[in-house]
């Protein structure tokens, strides 16, 4: 991915959800760059996935793009982040422990939050895209994903919220 001329490189090993993950790391500024539209940027985007090496690379990826970001390891954690905040978009994950995407879907229609919030799912499994984008979420992007498709995606999707 090219950024500003800098290069962002990631190695992500992933067994599966639930093994031990490892993120290597390479070719990182020494310092996230400084963004101009920081006032534009400043609700956060909500990560929900319980892969700590994919919280932590879709962390790392989009501050350094210049967005706030928040995460959660789950669908019960993301549902108690959001009795205090509205993020500008909810990347998520579906397959997780505690509370899985389908039941914080479920939650959040339930609260008629979901016509409201913006949601990507990102996902390992292609056969749920169908499925997903019948729950009223905005896309779909199976992993593994291009990080470029991802920042796409934030970009078309951030700050859609129907108020």
Known sequence: MQTSNSEINFVLETQSSYSNNTLSQTNLPQALPNSSNSSEREQPILIVDDDPGMRTMLQTVL?????????????????????????????????????????????????????????????????????AKCLGVKAFLPKPFDLEKLLQFVRQFRNTILL
């Open 63 to 131: 501050e350094y793009e210049g967005y706030r970001v928040e995460v959660a390891r789950n669908g019960q954690e993301a549902l108690e982040w959001l009795t205090q905040f509205k993020p500008s978009l909810i990347l998520l994950d579906l397959m997780m422990p505690v509370m899985d995407g389908w039941q914080f879907l479920e939650e959040i229609q339930k609260d008629m939050l979901q016509p409201i919030l913006p949601i990507v799912v990102l996902s390992a499994s292609r056969e749920l895209a169908r499925v």
